[in-house]
């Protein structure tokens, strides 16, 4: 069925809680281990029905963020589904005689995670349902905002281009819009920012924990490491990693001829080393396509029939969510859908490769699985198939690049390194704002400053003109609606630079190894999850070490 043809219907959440108590009694009355999972087959079926309607109100409300229906409907799923119960039907489980065959069929990471989801959703049932209307408030804020580029009026998805624009005045200039439109509306985000943190810090409390940072790396699955690793990891990368980034800063002013080199020229090649495409978002798909035909036709036909039916959104739209790429899976039909708002540059074919990584997760995890609370994979190892995928598009890039593609790679592994080390200061941004609950928006603004100050060394210029007013954390949707997310990349791209290694020196090897990663889905933590696969964890430092000598020899630096 295509997916134009599904037809959204608001869940009936009462209707849904006696389904739900009606198989939790069945999961009680379990006589034998077939009608033990029988009734846990049959609680799947019902939360997919549920789950489908959200992926439905989800992809047209980023479709179209200025419908102001659809984002009601959005927003009302959001927050209905954090208000259901599922502590009875956990408990089912946890306390049922069939327990240990569901450790045997799921593994003991899903115990884990149900009683994890126990202790998550004890209390504060009325600030995370505020919480979900707050992250749809302020996702609607960006595309809706106002934008002006030399006295005209112009769309967040064709600004963001100019900020990359070869030219550093028109960069400059187009950076600042960006950053004024929404500076223009700080005290109305600072507010929000505020409400977000004290929130999150209240339900956090209210459940047990010290703060929101223990919370939310228990609901991320961090069951054996927490915060103080975190940033101890982020401490190793600026020890090992920083200083590669810093020379390649020093290299890139060096090639730019630049006498001040700002953080305005983040991102910015020489002009004979500059990528761009000729080309609309249909092709972007065309050559992808065929890059996966190649790979594995397995995957080509995957992708393939993702779009014949309908399930990716590539082309651009002023109403866009603009800014971003990201893949929903609708569990009941067994499909993901990838949306993105394809403008013609580089980032746009990477991010389509980028997110059928997910996809490729998704569906090798459901076949191995086959339950959708286990489908997902446990945050820290979810971007691995992802990050692969754009090490992978190297191979690729002359079909995209023509004679620019080591022009193309160069570039996109400087990204590459730039996220494993800036993903920290995201992470030690939210370590700020979550330690210092009642601090006022500057000290805010003070202390992530601060933080920035030290991993943008390299630059003669680390601010922007409008980074006193905070710009870095208004417009900031990953810190804001996904914390303890950021981090994840920084692992995910250790990693993958190992995976692809293996993949490059034999195809066959690699790309079953990949498979296997991508089967992982929830069943395993981080650390049983690396260690299934043959690969060491980020916070080991040897595998930092060797991703700094990788990035040494293949950026062609002396640090």
């Given amino acids: ?111 884990k995670k149900l009683e994890a989801d126990n202790k998550l959703n004890a209390a504060g049932t009325e600030e995370m349902m505020r919480e979900q209307e707050l992250i749809v408030e302020y996702q609607r804020m960006k595309p809706n905002l106002d934008y002006e580029f030399r006295g005209e009026k112009i769309s967040i998805g064709k600004l963001s281009v100019l900020t990359d624009s070869t030219d550093r005045e028109t960069r400059i200039e187009a950076t600042n819009s960006v950053n004024k439109a929404f500076v223009d509306k700080k005290d109305e985000i600072a507010k929000i920012i505020d409400e977000f943190i004290k929130l999150r810090d209240t339900y956090a409390k209210k459940n047990g924990f010290e703060n929101f940072l223990d919370y939310v790396n228990i609901k991320k699955g961090r069951f054996a490491y927490g915060q103080k690793d975190i940033i101890k990891y982020c401490e190793l990368v600026k020890k090992e990693l920083l200083p590669v980034l810093v020379a390649v800063r020093h290299k890139l002013k060096k090639e730019l001829g630049l006498e001040e080199y700002s953080i305005y020229d983040s991102g910015i090649m020489p002009e004979n080393k500059m990528v761009e495409i000729d080309y609309d978002y249909e092709e972007i798909y065309n050559r992808v396509q065929k890059m996966f035909d190649d790979v594995d036709p397995e995957f080509g036909n995957f992708l393939r029939e993702m779009n014949e039916i309908g399930y990716l959104d590539l082309a651009p739209s002023p109403n866009k969510s603009s800014g971003f790429a990201f893949t929903i899976y609708d569990y009941l039909n067994k499909m993901p859908f990838i949306f993105a708002n394809g403008e013609s540059t580089p980032h746009s074919a990477c991010d389509l490769a980028h997110e059928f990584g997910h996809c490729l997760q998704h569906r090798y995890s459901e076949l191995n699985l086959g339950l959708l609370s286990l489908g997902e994979m446990t945050q820290d190892l979810m971007e691995i198939p992802s990050k692969f995928n754009e090490l992978l598009f190297h191979n690729y890039a002359e079909q995209f690049f023509g004679d620019k593609a080591d022009c193309y790679k160069e570039q996109h592994l400087i990204t590459f390194l730039s996220e494993i080390v800036l993903f920290c200061m995201y992470a030690e ?59 994840s990349y920084s692992f995910g791209n250790l990693a993958s630079v190992h995976l692809a290694s293996i993949y490059n020196s034999n195809k066959e090897e690699g790309l079953a190894l990949y498979k296997k990663v991508c089967s992982l889905g929830g069943s395993r933590d981080y650390f049983s999850g690396m260690e299934l696969v043959g690969m060491i964890p980020a916070f080991d430092e040897a595998a930092v070490k060797a991703v700094r000598e990788y990035f040494i020899k293949a950026l062609k630096v002396e640090v």
């Fill in 429 to 487: 941004a939210e370590n700020y704002l979550y330690t210092h609950v009642d601090a006022s928006y500057e000290e805010r603004v003070a202390a992530i400053e601060k933080i920035k100050e030290e991993y943008n060394e390299g630059y003669d210029v680390k601010v922007s003109q409008h980074s006193k007013d905070g710009v870095w954390l208004l417009d900031n949707m990953l810190v804001l609606t996904m914390p303890g997310y950021a981090v």
């Fill in 1 to 111: 069925m295509k997916y134009s043809e599904h037809v959204y219907e608001r869940p009936d959440f009462e209707k849904v809680a006696k389904s739900i108590g009606d198989v939790t009694q069945k999961l009680k009355d379990a006589a034998t281990k077939e009608d033990f999972f029988a009734a846990v087959g049959e609680f799947d079926e019902i939360i997919r029905e549920v789950d489908f309607q959200g992926f439905l109100a989800g992809t047209r409300y980023y479709h179209d963020a200025s419908d102001a229906k659809i984002a009601e409907e959005f927003q009302y799923i959001l927050t209905k589904t954090e208000e259901m119960d599922m502590s009875e039907y956990n408990n089912a489980i946890l306390e049922s005689p069939f327990r240990k065959d569901y450790i045997e069929k799921y593994g003991d990471f899903s115990i």
